[in-house]
């Protein structure tokens, strides 16, 4: 386990799953799946609490709080019945998305790739240990923008389980030990802006204590890639 603690550079992908709160689909407009869904992101994306999400040219970002599970080992289809084997622990992430620069990739049927990997948007809490989450189906999440209450929601509201995630992903990909998986947003996703101070944190509802917390800031950046709409 003290290998694992070093994911962020020992993985090598970021499974992201859209669309798994069913409120979170419906308020972007998108049809709830009848399947999961998943999306990559690099690894480059890593960023630690503390630092600063970095705001690209003529983007608009949006934050999107979540439950990452962490694999332990490395597996090819795996069932739902052996998924939980896999864990090896847990993580907060915000998954931050250019949302102008996704719509229209998806308008004219194109990756997001660019929408999801650049750097910085992935901030990703160390991990935590898998014993201190009994049950990630009853996880509290929430995202704060200059103290105001944007995003709490709970992962017993997701569509699809854990397993099941894991199942799917698996029967498509081998996931490897260090790999990620993001499960989700609820709703109440939005917009952040430079200088603006963002606070996420996961807890159990049945504990006052946070589990897991992230502080960053929000900054334009200067250079590299400008969107032109």
Do not use: C
């Not at 630690?48 to 040219?57: D, L, M, R, W």
């Not at 990703?124 to 996880?139: E, M, Y």
């Amino acid at each position: 386990m003290s290998s694992l603690a070093s994911f962020r550079t020992v993985g090598r992908k970021i499974v992201a799953i859209g669309r798994n709160f069913a409120d979170h689909a419906k308020e972007l407009n998108n049809a709830v799946p009848t399947e999961p869904f998943f999306f990559l992101k690099p690894t480059s994306s890593y960023v630690e609490s503390g630092h600063a999400i970095q705001v690209p040219q003529g983007v608009m970002v949006h934050h999107e709080v979540e439950l990452a599970v962490v694999f332990g080992k490395s597996g090819r289809d795996i069932t739902r019945t052996e998924a939980d084997s896999y864990i090896g622990g847990y993580a907060l992430a915000v998954d931050v998305t250019a949302r102008n620069m996704q719509e229209k990739a998806k308008k004219s049927g194109l990756p997001w790739s660019a929408a999801k990997g650049f750097d910085t948007f992935t901030p990703i809490s160390p991990l935590i240990p898998k014993a201190h989450i009994p049950d990630p189906h009853n996880v509290d999440l929430w995202l704060q923008v200059d103290g105001q209450l944007r995003q709490h929601g709970n992962t017993r509201d997701m569509i699809f389980s854990i397993p099941e995630l894991i199942s799917h992903v698996s029967s498509i990909m081998t996931l490897e030990a260090g790999d990620v998986m993001l499960t989700g947003t609820p709703k109440g996703v939005g917009q952040m802006v430079d200088g603006q101070q963002i606070h996420a944190g996961l807890q159990l509802p049945t504990a006052p204590n946070t589990l897991a917390e992230l502080k960053l800031h929000v900054k334009n950046r200067a250079g590299g890639y400008a969107f032109q709409g």
